[in-house]
C-alpha cells in the first residue's frame, strides 16, 4: 500500500544543513514567551491565535535551535517539525475549542483557568494505570520510581522533568502542567538507591522525565555514580531516555559541561555498564543537522549504545516512507532502531493516533522497504496496562480477519509470547478497543490483570486502583 500519496508530510523537503561552528546561546520560549516567538510573524494570525489558545491546554516549550534548524518556515503549518513542537488548535476537541475561544473573549481568567484545568483533566493524564506502578517500599511509596516490569525500573528525577522543547504528542504532558493526577518525580537519590539495592532481580534503569539531560552533569552523577558501587553489581543496564539528540545536540559538543558527561558516560562504560541513550527520533529530518551527527558520534565514542524509538503519530511521520528513511539513516549514523510504538490513548490522542490496521500497514511496508540490518524496531506495539502489546500482523481464519498479537513485555511473565487474536477491526486505535476472537468476552490475561489492580485498591483503600505494590504477579 502506498501511504505517500495521501499523506503530504511524506514530501517535506530536505532543509539546508546549517553549520555546527558557532552554537551561540539557546533561547527558551514558553508560554508565556509565545507571543515572542520572530517566527511567528510569518503565520497567518488566525493560526497564531490557535496556537495561542491550543497552549493554554497543552504544554508549549521550544528553544532557538528547533527553530532555526527543523522547521520549513516556507510551509510551516504543513510542516511535521512544526507540527510537533507548536500545539494546533485542532488537537482541542471542537467543543472545548468553542468554549476556550467564548472564554477567552469574555476576558474572563478564574472561567478560562476551570476550564483549561477541565479539559486537562478528561484527557486520561496517567494513561495504562501508571500509578499503580509506584512501589511501596519499608512502608512507603518510593517517590519518582515506576516498577511495572520485573527486571526495569524507572526513575524521574525532579530536576529532569522538562525538555529542552516539548513534544505535542507526549504522553508524559501531565507532567509539565497542573492537572488534577500525580506528577512523578523525586528530588534525592537516597529512597532509589536504597530500592534498588533490595532488588537483585532488577537489572536495568531508566531514567526519564521529562528528560533527564536537561541536569546538569554534576546532578546527574549524583544519581549515576552511586551504581558504580560493587552493591548495585545487578544494575547492569543504564538508560537515559532523551530528546536532547535533536532538540539541543550542543548539551553533548559544547555546553561547559558535555566533556564531563562523556567522561561520566566513559567511567560508567569502563566499569561494565551497558550505557543506552534512549533516542526519541520522530522523523528523519531531526538527524539532518551537522550538529546532530557530531553529537552521535561523541557519544558513541564515550561508550553509549544509541536507540531510537518512536510513536506512529499522524500529521508528522504517518507514512512508510518516512519510517524507512528514518531507520536508514540512524543505522547508517550508529543508531539501533528500537520500538515504533502506537500513540496513547492520552492528551490529543484523537489528532495523532492512528488506526491499528493502518499503524500496521505502514510499519510492514517501510519493514520491506529496508534490509534486514536495519529491521530492528519492534511495532506497531501499544504500551499499555497490562504490558507491552505487540501487533505481529494479520490472520484469516475460520473466515474471519483477525489480529494476532503478543506481549514483548508484561506485569506478568506467564503472559509473554504466547500469541492470541483480537477480531479485526478498521476503527480500533488502542487494545481497549479490540475485542478477543472466538467465544471469549475478555482475552486470557484480563482476570488475572483484573485482580492485580483490585490488590493494589485494596492495599491502599482507594475506590480505584492509584498506588501499591509493583503489579508484577511475583512478588517483586
Not at 506497531?380 to 490472520?395: E, W
Request: aromatic share 8%; net charge negative.
Amino acid at each position: 500500500m502506498d501511504t505517500t500519496a495521501r499523506n503530504p508530510i511524506a514530501a517535506a523537503p530536505t532543509l539546508p544543513i546549517k553549520s555546527a561552528g558557532d552554537a551561540g546561546k539557546i533561547i527558551y520560549y514558553a508560554n508565556h514567551r509565545l507571543d515572542h516567538v520572530p517566527q511567528l510573524e510569518r503565520l497567518a494570525p488566525e493560526l497564531v491565535a490557535g496556537i495561542r489558545l491550543a497552549a493554554l491546554v497543552f504544554p508549549f516549550k521550544v528553544n532557538s535551535y528547533v527553530l532555526e534548524h527543523l522547521i520549513d518556515w516556507d510551509n510551516a503549518e504543513n510542516d511535521p517539525m512544526f507540527r510537533l513542537v507548536f500545539p494546533h488548535p485542532d488537537m482541542l476537541l471542537p467543543d472545548d475549542l468553542a468554549i476556550l475561544t467564548r472564554l477567552q473573549n469574555s476576558g474572563d481568567d478564574d472561567a478560562i483557568a476551570a476550564e483549561v484545568l477541565r479539559i486537562r483533566n478528561s484527557m486520561n493524564p496517567h494513561s495504562s494505570n501508571q500509578l499503580i506502578n509506584i512501589p511501596m517500599f519499608e512502608g512507603q511509596h518510593v517517590e519518582g520510581v515506576q516498577h511495572k516490569y520485573h527486571e526495569t525500573a524507572l526513575f524521574f528525577a525532579k530536576q529532569g522533568q522538562t525538555c529542552h522543547s516539548y513534544c505535542t504528542f507526549c504522553f508524559r504532558w501531565p507532567q509539565f502542567v497542573q492537572t488534577g493526577a500525580e506528577k512523578f518525580e523525586a528530588d534525592e537519590a537516597a529512597q532509589m538507591l536504597s530500592y534498588l539495592r533490595a532488588k537483585p532481580e532488577i537489572s536495568d534503569i531508566l531514567m526519564t522525565g521529562g528528560d533527564p539531560m536537561v541536569m546538569t552533569t554534576r546532578r546527574l552523577s549524583v544519581y549515576l555514580e552511586p551504581l558504580l558501587a560493587p552493591e548495585f553489581d545487578h544494575i547492569r543496564n543504564i538508560r537515559l531516555g532523551t530528546k536532547a539528540l535533536t532538540y539541543h545536540p550542543h548539551r553533548f559538543l559544547h555546553d561547559k559541561d558535555a566533556p564531563a558527561l562523556l567522561d561520566l558516560i566513559t567511567r560508567l562504560t569502563n566499569a561494565g555498564k551497558h550505557v543506552a541513550i534512549m533516542v526519541h527520533v520522530n522523523h528523519w529530518r531531526e538527524l539532518q543537522p551537522e550538529p546532530v551527527q557530531q553529537a552521535i558520534a561523541a557519544l558513541r565514542k564515550a561508550g553509549a549504545v544509541l536507540r531510537s524509538q518512536s510513536p506512529i503519530l499522524r500529521h508528522i511521520n504517518d507514512d512508510a516512507a518516512i519510517w524507512s528513511r528514518m531507520w536508514k539513516d540512524q543505522v547508517a549514523m550508529g543508531i539501533i532502531p528500537y520500538y515504533a510504538f502506537m500513540e496513547r490513548d492520552t492528551g490529543a490522542h484523537h489528532y495523532f493516533g492512528i488506526d491499528v490496521d493502518r499503524a500496521l500497514s505502514i510499519y510492514q511496508e517501510a519493514h520491506a522497504a529496508v534490509s534486514g540490518i536495519c529491521r530492528t524496531a519492534r511495532g506497531p506495539v501499544m504500551s499499555a496496562g497490562p504490558g507491552k502489546v505487540h501487533v505481529l500482523g494479520r490472520l484469516t481464519h475460520g473466515g474471519s480477519e483477525h489480529f494476532v498479537l503478543s506481549f514483548l513485555q508484561a506485569r506478568k511473565k506467564e503472559w509473554l509470547n504466547r500469541p492470541f487474536l483480537a477480531k479485526y477491526s478498521q476503527n480500533a486505535r488502542w487494545l481497549d478497543d479490540l475485542q478477543p476472537s472466538g467465544s471469549e468476552n475478555e482475552f486470557f490475561f484480563h482476570e488475572d490483570y483484573r485482580k492485580l489492580t483490585d490488590a493494589a485498591s485494596d492495599m491502599h483503600g482507594q475506590s480505584q486502583p492509584l498506588m501499591g505494590q509493583p503489579l508484577l504477579g511475583m512478588g517483586a
